[in-house]
Protein backbone atom coordinates (compact mmCIF):
# COMPACT_ATOMS: atom_id res chain seq x y z
CA UNK A 1 0.00 0.00 0.00
CA UNK A 2 1.47 3.43 -1.12
CA UNK A 3 1.12 6.37 0.92
CA UNK A 4 -1.06 9.03 0.67
CA UNK A 5 0.13 13.11 1.34
CA UNK A 6 -1.98 16.30 1.57
CA UNK A 7 -0.04 18.98 0.46
CA UNK A 8 -1.42 22.10 2.63
CA UNK A 9 -0.92 25.30 4.16
CA UNK A 10 -3.04 27.68 6.35
CA UNK A 11 -2.04 30.27 3.73
CA UNK A 12 -2.88 30.73 0.21
CA UNK A 13 -0.06 31.24 -2.78
CA UNK A 14 2.46 29.28 -0.85
CA UNK A 15 3.24 26.87 -3.58
CA UNK A 16 0.96 23.89 -2.66
CA UNK A 17 0.50 23.31 -6.44
CA UNK A 18 4.08 23.53 -7.24
CA UNK A 19 4.96 21.30 -4.61
CA UNK A 20 2.38 18.39 -5.21
CA UNK A 21 3.52 18.81 -8.77
CA UNK A 22 7.20 19.29 -8.92
CA UNK A 23 7.59 16.56 -6.31
CA UNK A 24 5.41 14.24 -7.44
CA UNK A 25 7.04 14.26 -11.02
CA UNK A 26 10.59 13.89 -9.74
CA UNK A 27 9.32 10.56 -7.92
CA UNK A 28 7.53 9.61 -10.85
CA UNK A 29 10.81 9.76 -12.90
CA UNK A 30 12.54 8.16 -10.24
CA UNK A 31 10.43 5.06 -10.82
CA UNK A 32 7.74 5.17 -8.15
CA UNK A 33 3.71 5.12 -9.38
CA UNK A 34 2.37 8.43 -8.76
CA UNK A 35 -0.83 9.76 -8.31
CA UNK A 36 -1.62 13.45 -8.08
CA UNK A 37 -5.22 14.55 -7.02
CA UNK A 38 -6.70 17.86 -7.28
CA UNK A 39 -9.19 18.57 -3.95
CA UNK A 40 -8.94 22.36 -4.47
CA UNK A 41 -12.21 23.53 -6.05
CA UNK A 42 -9.82 26.45 -7.35
CA UNK A 43 -8.36 23.71 -9.91
CA UNK A 44 -4.52 23.92 -9.31
CA UNK A 45 -3.30 20.76 -10.23
CA UNK A 46 -5.31 20.59 -13.26
CA UNK A 47 -4.57 24.33 -14.45
CA UNK A 48 -1.08 23.80 -13.23
CA UNK A 49 -0.80 20.54 -15.50
CA UNK A 50 -2.90 21.73 -18.38
CA UNK A 51 -5.33 18.86 -17.47
CA UNK A 52 -7.86 20.62 -18.59
CA UNK A 53 -7.10 20.69 -22.08
CA UNK A 54 -7.53 16.86 -21.67
CA UNK A 55 -10.37 16.30 -19.86
CA UNK A 56 -12.87 18.51 -17.89
CA UNK A 57 -14.06 15.15 -15.52
CA UNK A 58 -13.01 15.05 -12.18
CA UNK A 59 -13.94 14.65 -8.21
CA UNK A 60 -16.73 16.54 -8.11
CA UNK A 61 -17.91 13.78 -11.50
CA UNK A 62 -16.99 11.16 -9.08
CA UNK A 63 -19.06 12.07 -6.45
CA UNK A 64 -22.17 12.72 -8.41
CA UNK A 65 -21.41 9.27 -9.92
CA UNK A 66 -20.78 10.71 -13.68
CA UNK A 67 -17.57 8.79 -13.88
CA UNK A 68 -15.97 5.67 -11.96
CA UNK A 69 -12.97 5.18 -10.04
CA UNK A 70 -11.54 3.67 -12.95
CA UNK A 71 -11.84 6.17 -15.52
CA UNK A 72 -11.23 9.55 -13.40
CA UNK A 73 -7.50 9.52 -13.70
CA UNK A 74 -5.55 10.74 -16.76
CA UNK A 75 -1.90 9.38 -17.79
CA UNK A 76 0.54 12.39 -18.20
CA UNK A 77 1.50 12.34 -21.82
CA UNK A 78 4.58 10.96 -21.02
CA UNK A 79 3.15 8.25 -19.29
CA UNK A 80 5.17 9.16 -15.40
CA UNK A 81 2.39 9.94 -13.31
CA UNK A 82 -1.37 9.82 -13.34
CA UNK A 83 -3.60 13.16 -12.11
CA UNK A 84 -7.29 13.42 -11.10
CA UNK A 85 -8.70 17.06 -11.23
CA UNK A 86 -10.93 18.56 -9.48
CA UNK A 87 -13.63 19.37 -12.43
CA UNK A 88 -15.44 22.03 -10.47
CA UNK A 89 -16.40 24.87 -12.79
CA UNK A 90 -19.30 26.20 -10.87
CA UNK A 91 -19.81 27.41 -7.60
CA UNK A 92 -22.54 24.30 -7.44
CA UNK A 93 -19.62 22.42 -8.52
CA UNK A 94 -17.81 23.67 -5.22
CA UNK A 95 -20.76 23.41 -2.79
CA UNK A 96 -20.58 19.67 -4.05
CA UNK A 97 -17.27 19.33 -2.73
CA UNK A 98 -17.64 21.17 0.52
CA UNK A 99 -20.67 19.10 1.17
CA UNK A 100 -18.92 15.97 0.06
CA UNK A 101 -16.38 16.35 2.99
CA UNK A 102 -18.77 16.68 5.36
CA UNK A 103 -20.68 13.80 4.81
CA UNK A 104 -17.41 11.30 4.47
CA UNK A 105 -17.95 11.03 0.72
CA UNK A 106 -15.11 12.91 -0.37
CA UNK A 107 -13.16 10.38 1.88
CA UNK A 108 -14.62 7.45 0.76
CA UNK A 109 -14.48 8.87 -2.98
CA UNK A 110 -10.47 9.50 -2.58
CA UNK A 111 -9.89 5.96 -0.78
CA UNK A 112 -11.20 4.35 -4.14
CA UNK A 113 -9.10 6.14 -6.41
CA UNK A 114 -5.17 5.82 -4.29
CA UNK A 115 -5.03 2.91 -4.50
CA UNK A 116 -1.89 1.02 -6.50
CA UNK A 117 0.10 3.63 -6.44
CA UNK A 118 3.40 4.27 -4.44
CA UNK A 119 2.49 8.23 -4.02
CA UNK A 120 -0.58 10.10 -3.92
CA UNK A 121 -0.56 13.88 -3.49
CA UNK A 122 -3.73 15.75 -2.45
CA UNK A 123 -3.54 18.94 -3.60
CA UNK A 124 -5.36 20.73 -0.73
CA UNK A 125 -7.29 24.47 -0.65
CA UNK A 126 -5.45 27.16 1.47
CA UNK A 127 -6.58 27.38 5.26
CA UNK A 128 -8.20 24.84 7.79
CA UNK A 129 -11.46 24.13 6.45
CA UNK A 130 -13.80 21.05 5.90
CA UNK A 131 -12.16 19.85 2.76
CA UNK A 132 -8.32 19.94 4.53
CA UNK A 133 -9.86 18.25 7.16
CA UNK A 134 -11.53 15.49 4.92
CA UNK A 135 -8.50 15.07 3.28
CA UNK A 136 -6.17 14.49 6.46
CA UNK A 137 -8.56 12.52 7.40
CA UNK A 138 -7.65 9.79 4.79
CA UNK A 139 -3.96 10.88 4.78
CA UNK A 140 -1.08 8.93 5.79
CA UNK A 141 1.08 12.28 6.10
CA UNK A 142 1.09 16.13 5.30
CA UNK A 143 3.75 18.29 4.02
CA UNK A 144 2.98 21.90 5.81
CA UNK A 145 4.16 24.53 3.45
CA UNK A 146 5.40 27.83 4.81
CA UNK A 147 6.56 31.21 3.59
CA UNK A 148 8.82 33.11 5.83
CA UNK A 149 6.78 36.00 6.26
CA UNK A 150 5.53 37.56 9.78
CA UNK A 151 2.22 35.74 9.47
CA UNK A 152 3.56 32.66 9.36
CA UNK A 153 4.36 32.89 12.99
CA UNK A 154 0.46 33.25 13.89
CA UNK A 155 -0.86 31.22 10.97
CA UNK A 156 1.40 27.89 12.34
CA UNK A 157 -0.28 27.31 15.59
CA UNK A 158 -3.75 27.32 14.20
CA UNK A 159 -2.83 24.62 11.42
CA UNK A 160 -0.53 22.31 14.29
CA UNK A 161 -4.05 22.72 16.24
CA UNK A 162 -6.23 21.08 13.56
CA UNK A 163 -3.58 18.26 13.37
CA UNK A 164 -3.85 17.33 17.10
CA UNK A 165 -7.80 17.37 16.38
CA UNK A 166 -7.50 15.37 13.14
CA UNK A 167 -5.18 12.75 14.67
CA UNK A 168 -7.36 12.50 18.04
CA UNK A 169 -11.12 12.73 16.03
CA UNK A 170 -9.97 10.56 12.36
CA UNK A 171 -6.86 9.61 12.30
CA UNK A 172 -4.33 8.61 14.59
CA UNK A 173 -1.40 7.80 12.12
CA UNK A 174 -1.36 10.79 10.88
CA UNK A 175 2.63 12.12 10.66
CA UNK A 176 3.84 15.92 9.68
CA UNK A 177 6.14 14.72 6.75
CA UNK A 178 7.53 18.11 7.47
CA UNK A 179 7.09 21.39 7.03
CA UNK A 180 8.60 22.90 4.09
CA UNK A 181 9.78 26.16 3.37
CA UNK A 182 9.38 27.80 -0.10
CA UNK A 183 9.73 30.78 -2.07
CA UNK A 184 12.51 31.23 0.33
CA UNK A 185 15.07 34.50 -0.19
CA UNK A 186 18.06 34.20 1.13
CA UNK A 187 19.09 38.07 1.31
CA UNK A 188 16.04 39.10 3.15
CA UNK A 189 16.74 40.47 6.29
CA UNK A 190 13.31 39.54 7.43
CA UNK A 191 12.66 36.33 5.91
CA UNK A 192 16.14 35.36 7.67
CA UNK A 193 14.87 36.76 10.97
CA UNK A 194 11.34 34.97 10.45
CA UNK A 195 12.96 31.84 10.09
CA UNK A 196 15.29 32.52 12.92
CA UNK A 197 12.13 32.74 15.18
CA UNK A 198 9.97 29.65 13.63
CA UNK A 199 13.11 27.43 14.38
CA UNK A 200 12.94 28.69 18.21
CA UNK A 201 9.24 28.06 18.50
CA UNK A 202 8.90 24.56 16.53
CA UNK A 203 11.25 21.40 17.18
CA UNK A 204 13.88 21.77 14.42
CA UNK A 205 12.93 18.34 13.47
CA UNK A 206 9.65 19.25 11.92
CA UNK A 207 11.08 21.12 9.30
CA UNK A 208 12.83 19.45 5.66
CA UNK A 209 16.07 20.45 5.16
CA UNK A 210 15.61 21.33 1.85
CA UNK A 211 14.47 24.87 1.43
CA UNK A 212 12.86 25.88 -1.78
CA UNK A 213 14.14 29.33 -2.82
CA UNK A 214 12.39 31.77 -5.13
CA UNK A 215 12.64 31.59 -8.69
CA UNK A 216 11.07 32.99 -11.82
CA UNK A 217 11.30 30.09 -13.69
CA UNK A 218 8.89 28.39 -11.46
CA UNK A 219 5.85 31.16 -12.70
CA UNK A 220 7.41 30.45 -15.92
CA UNK A 221 6.89 26.37 -15.66
CA UNK A 222 2.93 27.28 -14.20
CA UNK A 223 2.63 29.64 -17.77
CA UNK A 224 3.36 26.67 -19.61
CA UNK A 225 1.65 23.87 -17.45
CA UNK A 226 4.95 21.96 -17.03
CA UNK A 227 7.19 20.83 -13.75
CA UNK A 228 9.85 23.07 -14.27
CA UNK A 229 12.51 20.57 -14.40
CA UNK A 230 11.08 20.19 -18.38
CA UNK A 231 11.48 23.89 -18.93
CA UNK A 232 14.78 24.92 -20.73
CA UNK A 233 17.30 25.76 -18.16
CA UNK A 234 14.79 24.49 -15.67
CA UNK A 235 17.04 21.70 -13.95
CA UNK A 236 19.12 23.80 -11.42
CA UNK A 237 15.23 25.29 -10.39
CA UNK A 238 14.63 21.82 -9.91
CA UNK A 239 16.89 20.45 -7.97
CA UNK A 240 15.63 21.59 -4.52
CA UNK A 241 12.51 19.00 -5.56
CA UNK A 242 14.94 15.91 -6.06
CA UNK A 243 16.38 16.98 -2.90
CA UNK A 244 13.15 17.11 -0.81
CA UNK A 245 12.22 13.62 -2.97
CA UNK A 246 15.35 11.89 -0.86
CA UNK A 247 14.86 13.78 2.06
CA UNK A 248 11.22 12.04 1.90
CA UNK A 249 12.55 9.01 1.38
CA UNK A 250 15.04 9.49 4.17
CA UNK A 251 12.49 9.95 6.65
CA UNK A 252 10.71 7.44 5.14
CA UNK A 253 13.20 4.61 6.07
CA UNK A 254 14.43 6.11 9.28
CA UNK A 255 10.64 5.31 10.46
CA UNK A 256 10.96 2.01 9.14
CA UNK A 257 13.67 1.12 11.03
CA UNK A 258 13.02 2.30 14.21
CA UNK A 259 12.16 0.39 17.36
CA UNK A 260 13.07 -1.70 19.46
CA UNK A 261 16.72 -1.67 20.09
CA UNK A 262 17.33 -5.38 21.08
CA UNK A 263 15.46 -6.11 17.93
CA UNK A 264 17.97 -3.96 15.64
CA UNK A 265 21.38 -5.23 17.71
CA UNK A 266 20.25 -9.03 17.19
CA UNK A 267 21.80 -9.50 13.92
CA UNK A 268 20.22 -9.09 10.61
CA UNK A 269 20.32 -13.01 9.76
N1 LIG B 1 9.69 28.72 -5.24
C1 LIG B 1 8.97 29.57 -5.97
N2 LIG B 1 9.52 30.73 -6.42
C2 LIG B 1 8.81 31.60 -7.15
N3 LIG B 1 7.53 31.42 -7.50
C3 LIG B 1 6.92 30.30 -7.08
C4 LIG B 1 7.60 29.31 -6.29
N4 LIG B 1 6.73 28.31 -6.03
C5 LIG B 1 5.57 28.64 -6.62
N5 LIG B 1 5.69 29.83 -7.26
C6 LIG B 1 4.65 30.56 -8.00
O1 LIG B 1 3.79 31.18 -7.06
C7 LIG B 1 2.44 31.09 -7.48
C8 LIG B 1 1.62 30.35 -6.40
O2 LIG B 1 2.08 29.03 -6.31
P1 LIG B 1 1.09 27.80 -6.12
O3 LIG B 1 -0.06 27.92 -7.05
O4 LIG B 1 1.90 26.56 -6.17
O5 LIG B 1 0.61 28.10 -4.63
P2 LIG B 1 -0.61 27.42 -3.85
O6 LIG B 1 -0.19 27.36 -2.42
O7 LIG B 1 -1.01 26.16 -4.49
O8 LIG B 1 -1.74 28.53 -4.05
P3 LIG B 1 -3.31 28.38 -3.66
O9 LIG B 1 -3.38 28.53 -2.16
O10 LIG B 1 -3.93 29.52 -4.38
O11 LIG B 1 -3.75 27.04 -4.11
C9 LIG B 1 2.45 30.36 -8.82
O12 LIG B 1 2.39 31.29 -9.85
C10 LIG B 1 3.78 29.65 -8.83
O13 LIG B 1 4.32 29.50 -10.14
MG1 LIG C 1 -2.89 25.52 -5.23
Redesign the pocket.
Known amino acids: MGRILTVA?Q???????????NLGYTLARLGHSVLLVDA?P?G?IAI?SNLKKKTDVGLVNLLRGEVSAEDVAVTTKDGSMSIVGSGVMTPADTVCIEDAARDGQLQLAIQGICGGYDYVFL?A??GVGGIVTSLLTVSDGVIL?LRCRSLVLKSLPIFLKLLREVRFQHNPALQLEGALV???QGDNELERQTLKELAQSVPEALFFRTV????????H??IKAVPVILLPGGRETARPYLELAMELKERELLRGIGGDADEQTDGLF
Open positions: SKGGVGKTTTALDQGADPAMTMWIPEDDNFEAS
